[in-house]
């Protein structure tokens, strides 16, 4: 991660900040550098979160099927199934 970064100077980079910052100011930036990350990755998730609800279909309602008629409207359901549509006038 450090590359070629040996113990010596990470030790001196690490004093730099401290002399730079002081040690009252070096866990006030770690903790907004944290607050910082934590806020990037719920922001990463909640995309993630759209493109996966964009992918996905929209949700077919559950229809029931039709309740059986009477047998007095079965026979008139019949004969309007079997009728052609009126043609309809153009104005």
């Known amino acids: 991660m450090f590359g070629n970064l040996g113990m010596w100077e990470i030790m001196l980079i690490f004093l730099l900040v401290l002399l730079l ?37 929209p949700a077919m ?15 008139d359901a019949d004969v309007t199934r079997d009728r052609e549509e009126p043609r309809r006038l153009m104005s």
Do not use: H, Y
């Open 61 to 75: 309602e559950q229809r029931r099927p039709a309740d059986p008629l009477p047998a007095s409207q079965q026979d």
């Open 21 to 57: 910052f002081g040690a009252k100011r070096i866990p006030e930036i770690a903790g907004s550098m944290g607050k910082g990350i934590k806020e990037f990755k719920r922001n990463i998730t909640d995309v993630e979160r759209a493109f996966k609800e964009a992918d996905q279909p």
